[in-house]
């Protein structure tokens, strides 16, 4: 999708650094890294020799992490880096990153560790804090993965030179999980994407009789070619398939709404397992509205569907 250039700029243009690239405790050390930006997966993304930027033809439509629910929907990319094993398991990431931000624009990471069961947990996105931007995994891991999220206006940044981490050990206490997250069913309404010729948020190509799915979030998006996450969804004929999820939206862009209500992005006085779309088509919810203030999605084209957990791993 081709984004036009806006009318005006707001805000200067400004270097920063974000983080330090160490966790200011005692113990054991810590495992700090630099990532590459040219061996990263982009999907929205270009990079060149002056760092990561969006790409307009093929960023997809989003609201930060941090924003609030009524804001506009911004040209979002990512670039996901290789996993990193580690000597030493962690639970705490710290991140920096290096570049130029426009006030209006965010350049921000999100981190994931590996489970014993070999599954991945969720993408968690840097939180502030006392020593800076860092993610705290909800178990120990000795492999992590992390990728840039960047979203503004293309023409005018945000551009990154430079992504690090810094790997803290995990907490006494804590070890490494070898029980996957337990899969939960839900009863919701679906519609089908289409698009054919389109572009997805982790970069894939849409083709005829493609097989994917989209979910409300983007905390569950596999990386492109992959069944990372993925859902099981079921006919009322009984018969089910499983489909990696490869999308975010088409309507609401936070809502992880298969989280329970402690840990939802949003919505949180909506029972765990209903969409916030789907409230608003079926119930009336937040004025029939979505996140962004349009109308809720009509039955036009649209199936039932039981789907399992958007978190489940291949």
């Not at 005018?156 to 996957?180: F, K, Q």
């Not at 018969?239 to 809502?255: H, L, Q, S």
């Not at 298969?258 to 765990?272: F, G």
């Amino acid at each position: 999708m081709k984004w036009g250039i806006a009318t005006a700029i707001l805000g200067i243009t400004s270097s920063l650094t974000l983080g330090p690239t160490e966790l200011a405790e005692s113990g054991p050390p810590v495992t700090s890294w630099a990532l590459d930006l040219r061996v990263g997966e982009t999907a929205g993304i270009v990079v060149d020799g002056t760092g990561a930027r969006i790409d307009p033809d093929t960023a997809f439509a989003a609201v930060g992490e941090d924003a609030p629910a009524a804001t506009a929907a911004r040209p979002t990319g990512l670039l996901t880096f290789p996993s990193r094993l580690l000597a030493t398991p962690t639970d705490r990431v710290a991140v920096t990153v290096t570049g130029e931000v426009p006030e209006g624009a965010t350049a921000t990471v999100d981190v994931r560790g590996r489970r014993g069961t070999g599954g991945w947990t969720e993408w968690i996105p840097a939180a502030p804090g006392p020593g800076g931007p860092a993610v705290t995994l909800p178990v120990a891991t000795s492999e992590v993965q992390a990728r840039l999220v960047l979203a503004g206006d293309p023409a005018a940044g945000p551009t990154v030179r430079a992504v690090a981490l810094a790997a803290g050990p995990a907490r006494p206490g804590r070890v490494e999980s070898d029980v996957a997250s337990a899969a939960v069913s839900y009863r919701v309404f679906a519609t089908r994407e289409g698009l054919v010729g389109g572009t997805t948020a982790n970069g894939h190509v849409i083709r005829r009789r493609d097989h994917f799915v989209a979910l409300p979030s983007r905390r569950a998006l596999a990386p492109r070619n992959t069944s990372d996450y993925s859902v099981k969804v079921c006919a009322p004929t009984g018969r089910c398939a499983f489909a990696p999820v490869w999308d975010v939206g088409p309507w609401n862009t936070r809502d992880d709404y298969w989280n329970p209500r402690s840990t939802r992005q949003e919505w949180r006085d909506l029972p765990r397992g209903v969409p916030q779309a789907q409230a608003a088509h079926q119930d009336g919810y937040h004025g029939g509205r979505d996140q962004y203030g349009r109308g809720s999605p009509t039955r036009q084209a649209s199936t039932w569907a039981t789907a399992s957990s958007g978190t489940r791993s291949a």
